[in-house]
């Protein structure tokens, strides 16, 4: 079972910040959160992943609670191309150790003009 | 970065009929790969994991004789669908890991079974 919960759609009006949620009270202490999006008909497309601190890259931040069991994804200026299904997911990280993803049912954004 | 290429993107076939969908690491070796499906407006189900040189390992509740999987290779894997039914009409996606543990996904193959 995935081990993460998220709202099951939101809204963002275009050039906005869109900020995701997600729920994962059970993480262990060695898991990462890691965030993929899927636009329609399309492959997962990574995003960003962290352990405990915040990260940001070109594409978004990640702000992780203190106690590590939510964080938020932030897509600082959405545009209509962010239109997509967002998933958090935790895993372990780094090298050996694998890939195996369970996927919940993440969060349909809809970025609207 | 590293990419991860399915072949076909689409396809249709006749029931009955067992059609095979290819999942290939174009930049890196992948002694792991990963086969999920997707019924529209649902998540990716993990259906197995393919493991080059050795069996496949299959979810539960995914069968094995319908759905085979090879990974002959480290930078191939294929799904066989065999005698494919309606209800097996999906989106199919794999996914790859590298060395360093990054993972990425393959652009799908959306089956129909007519």
């Known amino acids: 079972d995935a081990k993460t919960t998220q709202p099951p759609s939101m809204d963002c009006a275009e050039g906005r910040a869109a900020n995701l949620p997600c729920n994962h009270s059970t993480i262990s202490g060695n898991e990462y959160v890691y965030w993929y999006r899927q636009i329609h008909s399309q492959g997962p497309q990574y995003i960003i992943h962290g352990l405990k601190n915040n990260e940001t890259n070109e594409m978004a931040s990640l702000i992780i609670t203190e106690d590590r069991k939510s964080s938020t994804l932030i897509l600082p200026h959405a545009t209509l191309r962010d239109t997509a299904v967002y998933y958090c997911?935790?895993?372990?990280?780094?090298?050996?150790?694998?890939?195996?993803?369970?996927f919940g049912q993440g969060t349909e954004l809809s970025v609207k003009p | 970065g590293a990419v991860v290429s399915q072949h076909p993107s689409r396809v249709i076939c006749k029931s009955g009929t067992s059609v095979k969908i290819e999942c290939r690491s174009l930049d890196f070796q992948a002694t792991t790969m990963f086969w999920y499906r997707q019924f529209p407006k649902k998540s990716l189900m993990l259906m197995a994991t393919?493991?080059?040189?050795?069996?496949?390992?299959?979810e539960q509740g995914v069968e094995k004789d319908k759905f085979l999987i090879n990974h002959a290779s480290l930078t191939l894997s294929t799904l066989t669908v065999t005698s494919a039914h309606p209800e097996d009409s999906s989106f199919y996606i794999c996914s790859a890991v590298t060395a360093t543990g990054e993972l990425f996904f393959g652009e799908g193959s959306r089956l129909t079974v007519l």
């Open positions: 393919s493991n080059e040189g050795s069996k496949a390992t299959y």
């Open positions: 997911i935790v895993r372990l990280g780094g090298a050996n150790q694998g890939g195996k993803l369970i």
